[in-house]
DNA sequence: GCCGTTTTCGGCCCGACTGTTTTCAGTCG
C-alpha cells in the first residue's frame, strides 16, 4: 500500500507549497483533501487506475486524477515537481513547528533568507529576525519555543495513555467551583487510535464563573505548562506533553459546543456547507438562520444576542438540520453525513451485543489465569461462549503448547466445561501462521480443536505479495475460523504486514472465515477502515480480547470501539451470533 | 482545486486567542 502512502505524502506536500507560496487557501484545501483520501484507502490505487474506478471517489477530481495517473505510470508528476522546485525543501518541515504558519515562513524566506528549521533556530540565536514587520519579541520567543516542543512531541498519544490522563484531568475539572457539566469531546471521544490533544469541554449556569474556571484549570495538578488562557478557552500541556484545551460555555450551548469540538474538523466542515445550503449557519455557539446571525450583536467569549434553531444536545442540532444523529465514532467525514440524510446508518454495535470472547489464553501458555477462571470472569461479564485459545508451539517465549501439551489441554477444558453451567467453553488454540502459510500444527491435530484462531507472529516484514499469500493460505485451511491481529501491527511501533486486502477479503468471505479486530492495546488490529472495507467486501468480523488474565476479558470495549468505527453492525460480527449459530458457523467451513 | 435539488461560475466553515496592532493578520482547532 506503500503507493497509497507516497501519493497521499505527494499531495500533503503539494498543499504546504501552495499554502507557502500564498495561493488561493482552496488549493490547498482540495489536495489536503486529496491527500486524506488516498490514507483512508483500503484498496490499492493502482488497481484503481487500471480499472478506471477513480471517478466516483469523492474530493478527487480532474486535476487530481491526472496527477495520480501519470504517478502510478511512472512513479512521479510533473507539475509537482515542477511547483516543488519554486520552493525550498526546507521551508515543508517548518510547517511543524506550532505557532509558525506558512505567511511568516514565506516572510522569513523573503526577508532573511532562511529555509531550513536548522537556518531558523540559528538566526533566532544571532539576533537576526530583529525589524521584520510582525514578528516581535513574543512571537520569536513562540517560535522558538515551538521548535523545541516540536523535537520533544513529535508523535500522538495511543488512545490507552491518553484515555488515562484524560479522566483524571475531567475528574478534576468536573470538581471545580460553577462547573455544571464536563465532558470529553475531540478525537478521544470519536475513540480514534491514536490523540494528539485532549479537548474536553465545560459549561455552567452561572456565566460570571467562566473565567474563573479558566483561570483554576491552568493551575490543576499536573499542568507543566500554560499554552493560552482566555475568558471561556484555556490550553495546557501536562507534564507528560499532552496538550488539554478546555472551553468553557454557558449551559444551554453544550450541545453545540461539545459537537464543535467532537469534530473531526472534516465533519464540521462539511456539516457547516449543508447548513449554510439550508440557510443557516452552525458554530460553536449553536445553529442559527444564516440571515439573523448576520445582523444579531455579537461579542467575543459570549453567545449571540439570538435565538437558536438549536443549541442545547447535539441530538437537537443534527435533527435542525435533517440528519438521524450521527454518533462520535462514524464523525469522520466518510460519508456519514450523506447516509444520515438518507436515514441509512448503520446500527452500530454495543458492548451489550457481545455474546462471548474468541480468543483468550490461560496458565497453559502464557496466561495467569486457569481454565475456570477465565470461564468465571467471562460469566460475570453475561457471555455465553468463551473460546480457550493458548499459543502453539514456535511460540516458544510464550510458552506455546506442544501437540501432546495440546491434547492434554483440550482435555482439560471438557473436562472444565462439565463443572461450569450457564456458559459453553470452546477448547481451541492460537495456532502460529509460519512464514510461508503453513499451520504450526498439522490437520491431524487440527480437527480435534473446537474452534482455531490463527496468527501471525513473527516474520511481519514480508513484501506484500509474500504476506497476503502467507495469510490467504492460512484462511484456506478447513479447520481455521479466525484470522487474529491480521497484520501484527503495533500503534506507534511496528507496521505490520503490508497486506493486499482486496485479496484477503475475498479468500475470508468465499470459505465463512472470521476476520479478527483484536481489542489488545497497542494491537487494535485490523483498524477502522479496514474492518469496514471488509464488511463492506463481505466478510465477517470477530471482536476478541486476547486476554491474558481475566481481568483483560473487560478490555474488549477497545475492539467495540474500533467496530463502531467502521460502521459494524451486530450482524457483522461472529461474537453476537447465539451458541448454536455459532456451531454453525464453525460446521459450514469443515 | 472541487463541486452543483437555488450555481458549470462562483462560491468554498467559523470563532477564539495572541501578538503587534490602534483595527487587524496569523494561527489554531
Redesign the pocket.
Known amino acids: 500500500m506503500s503507493l497509497n502512502h507516497d501519493l497521499s505524502d505527494l499531495f500533503k506536500t503539494f498543499a504546504a507549497v501552495m499554502e507557502i507560496k500564498g495561493e488561493?487557501v482552496?488549493?490547498a484545501?482540495?489536495?489536503t483533501?486529496?491527500a486524506r483520501v488516498l490514507n483512508d484507502m483500503t484498496f490499492d490505487i493502482r488497481t484503481a487506475v487500471e480499472q478506471g474506478t477513480l471517478d466516483g471517489i469523492?474530493?478527487?477530481?480532474?486535476?487530481?486524477?491526472a496527477i495520480i495517473e501519470e504517478f502510478v505510470r511512472t512513479g512521479k508528476s510533473r507539475d509537482f515537481e515542477e511547483v516543488a522546485a519554486t520552493v525550498p525543501k526546507g521551508l515543508i518541515p517548518m510547517l511543524d513547528?506550532?505557532?509558525?504558519?506558512?505567511?511568516?515562513?514565506a516572510l522569513l524566506w523573503r526577508e532573511r533568507n532562511i529555509t531550513s528549521v536548522e537556518e531558523l533556530t540559528k538566526a533566532i540565536a544571532d539576533g537576526r529576525l530583529a525589524g521584520l514587520?510582525?514578528?516581535?519579541?513574543?512571537?520569536?520567543e513562540?517560535i522558538s519555543q515551538?521548535i523545541s516542543l516540536r523535537e520533544q512531541a513529535g508523535k500522538r498519544s495511543g488512545i490507552g495513555e491518553a484515555q488515562l490522563v484524560a479522566h483524571a484531568f475531567l475528574a478534576r475539572i468536573r470538581a471545580l467551583p460553577g462547573v455544571a457539566q464536563a465532558d470529553l469531546a475531540?478525537s478521544l471521544r470519536r475513540r480514534k487510535e491514536t490523540i494528539?490533544?485532549l479537548?474536553i469541554v465545560a459549561s455552567v449556569t452561572n456565566l460570571q464563573a467562566m473565567e474563573s474556571i479558566?483561570q483554576a484549570f491552568t493551575r490543576l495538578d499536573g499542568v507543566a505548562r500554560v499554552l493560552?488562557?482566555?475568558?471561556?478557552?484555556?490550553s495546557i500541556l501536562t507534564e507528560r506533553n499532552l496538550?488539554i484545551?478546555l472551553r468553557i460555555v454557558p449551559h444551554n450551548h453544550f450541545g453545540a459546543a461539545i459537537q464543535y469540538?467532537t469534530?473531526s474538523?472534516e465533519h464540521?466542515?462539511k456539516l457547516?456547507?449543508l447548513?449554510?445550503?439550508k440557510?443557516l449557519?452552525?458554530?460553536?455557539?449553536g445553529l442559527y438562520k444564516?440571515k439573523e446571525?448576520e445582523q444579531a450583536k455579537?461579542e467575543?467569549?459570549?453567545p449571540p444576542e439570538l435565538e437558536p434553531c438549536a443549541s442545547k444536545t447535539e441530538a437537537d442540532i443534527y435533527r435542525a438540520l435533517g440528519l438521524e444523529y450521527i454518533e462520535p465514532e462514524l464523525r469522520e467525514d466518510r460519508g456519514e453525513i450523506e447516509a444520515a440524510a438518507e436515514g441509512k446508518l448503520p446500527v452500530l454495535i454495543t458492548r451489550a451485543d457481545i455474546r462471548g470472547d474468541l480468543h483468550t489464553h490461560t496458565t497453559a501458555s502464557d496466561g495467569v489465569n486457569t481454565i475456570a477462571e477465565m470461564a468465571e470472569a467471562a460469566k460475570r461479564l453475561g457471555y455465553k461462549f468463551l473460546a480457550i485459545t493458548d499459543h502453539s508451539k514456535s511460540q516458544v517465549v510464550a510458552n506455546g503448547l506442544t501437540a501432546d501439551r495440546l491434547l492434554n489441554h483440550v482435555e482439560a477444558i471438557h473436562k472444565a466445561a462439565v463443572n461450569i453451567e450457564g456458559i459453553r467453553l470452546l477448547a481451541g488454540c492460537e495456532v502460529d501462521i509460519l512464514a510461508d502459510g503453513s499451520l504450526d500444527f498439522d490437520e491431524s491435530i487440527l480437527k480435534e480443536l473446537d474452534f482455531v484462531v490463527a496468527s501471525p507472529h513473527v516474520a511481519l516484514r514480508q513484501d506484500r505479495e509474500k504476506a497476503t499469500a502467507r495469510i490467504v493460505r492460512a484462511i484456506e485451511s478447513r479447520y481455521v475460523n479466525v484470522i487474529g491481529h491480521p497484520t501484527g501491527r503495533l500503534i506507534n511501533q511496528r507496521e505490520g504486514l503490508p497486506l493486499d486486502f482486496s485479496r484477503i477479503f475475498a479468500v475470508a468471505a468465499a470459505t465463512g472465515t472470521a476476520l479478527e479486530i483484536n481489542s489488545g492495546y497497542p494491537r487494535l488490529d485490523l483498524t477502522d477502515t479496514v474492518a469496514r472495507a471488509a464488511v463492506e467486501a463481505g466478510c465477517v468480523l470477530s471482536i476478541n480480547t486476547d486476554a491474558h488474565s481475566a481481568e483483560q476479558l473487560d478490555g474488549i470495549f477497545y475492539g467495540i470501539q474500533v467496530a463502531r468505527r467502521a460502521w459494524v453492525s451486530p450482524k457483522d460480527v461472529i461474537n453476537c451470533m447465539t451458541t448454536a449459530q455459532l456451531d454453525k458457523f464453525i460446521k459450514r467451513k469443515r
Open positions: 488561493s482552496f488549493k484545501i482540495a489536495f483533501k486529496v469523492e474530493g478527487i477530481g480532474k486535476s487530481s486524477r513547528i506550532p505557532g509558525l504558519g506558512p505567511k511568516t515562513i514587520k510582525g514578528v516581535g519579541d513574543k512571537k520569536i513562540q515551538g475531540g494528539g490533544d479537548d479558566s493560552g488562557q482566555g475568558l471561556t478557552k484555556a496538550q484545551d469540538f469534530g474538523k464540521n466542515v457547516r456547507g447548513a449554510l445550503a440557510g449557519t452552525l458554530n460553536e455557539w444564516a446571525y455579537k467575543t467569549g459570549q
